[in-house]
């Protein structure tokens, strides 16, 4: 896709310094809008985008987007408008007060994109916004960057919350409401997390995968398929768990054949499911263990 932002009225373009900014007002996105390399997106408070069916922003540029807590940047879509991008961006990207509510994901197989939100091999710091109604796979979806993530909320998402490859951060007070799949995916990722609160995921509420490393505390998880998951070759080392009204609290196991066991350590578990006789799924050769006890394996496959 080539770049065409200087065919928009409202995206004003300062050439010598490298700067397109959105000026304040309510825009309608009806087509793509591409924003060039080695620019800089800029936004604040005043900004409201429209995003209709054929509406995609994709940006190879970072992007600064800065409202207010009284006044925050909304990007919005009644009529599954496809993403917002950010492609190989070399310089790290800012938000703050930042509202995207019921956007999709591209339909053009040639982007390979699924998530609404798309940071992908641009680092990110995301404070203070909000997903909700995400109608893609992906809620907001990091791809091989770096990133730090605070006090958001991701709600109402169609599947994935927030899922992350490959990619490399801290995530600090994150809230999950109503996720239809797993409120936090991470694949082969390092990844620090402290204070998430998971209210009602469809499976997993936090699944770690494909040779990722997650540290937490203050994790607080329920109304959930499968509390907390770790497989294939992944490690989980938590502190001040709490899990509620899951089906299934805990599970480590090898999922796909190219990786191997995986192993969780949690202390200070707080959960009910661990009154009833199955709480937690645990392959052999994979490990839990939980205040110093290991749980044995009580499934094959």
């Known amino acids: 896709m080539r770049a065409n932002s200087k065919n928009f009225k409202f995206l004003i373009h300062d050439d010598k310094n490298k700067i397109i900014k959105i000026a304040p007002g309510k825009w309608s996105i009806n087509n793509s809008i591409v924003i060039p390399n080695n620019y800089v997106l800029k936004a604040g408070s005043g900004v409201i985008l429209d995003m209709k069916e054929k509406g995609i922003i994709l940006s190879r540029s970072p992007i600064e987007f800065i409202g207010t807590e009284k006044e925050p940047i909304k990007i919005y879509s009644e009529e599954n408008g496809m993403g917002f991008i950010i492609q190989k961006a070399k310089k790290q990207s800012y938000l703050k007060y930042v509202n995207f509510q019921g956007i999709s994901s591209p339909i053009e197989k040639a982007l390979n994109i699924t998530g609404s939100v798309t940071f992908n091999e641009s680092p990110v710091i995301i404070k203070n916004c909000i997903f909700e109604e995400s109608n893609a796979e992906d809620a907001l979806n990091i791809i091989r960057s770096n990133f730090k993530i605070e006090n958001s909320k991701i709600i109402n998402s169609k599947s994935d919350g927030i899922d992350i490859d490959f990619g490399d951060g801290y995530i600090d007070n994150l809230y999950f409401e109503s996720i239809g799949n797993d409120a936090l995916d991470i694949s082969g990722t390092n990844l620090l997390a402290n204070n998430l609160n998971i209210n009602g995921a469809g499976d ?61 350590i949690i202390k200070n578990l707080d959960g009910e499911n661990f009154m009833f006789s199955k709480p937690y799924i645990l392959e052999n050769f994979s490990t839990i263990v939980v205040d110093n006890f290991s749980l044995p394996p009580n499934t094959n496959n």
């Open 204 to 264: 997993k509420g936090i699944s770690i995968g494909e040779r990722s490393y997650l540290k937490t505390k203050l994790i607080n998880i329920k109304n959930s398929g499968i509390g907390i998951a770790s497989k294939d070759s992944s490690e989980f080392y938590g502190e001040n768990i709490s899990i509620n009204n899951t089906k299934i609290s805990l599970a480590a196991y090898q999922k796909k054949p190219e990786y191997g066991p995986s192993s969780m």
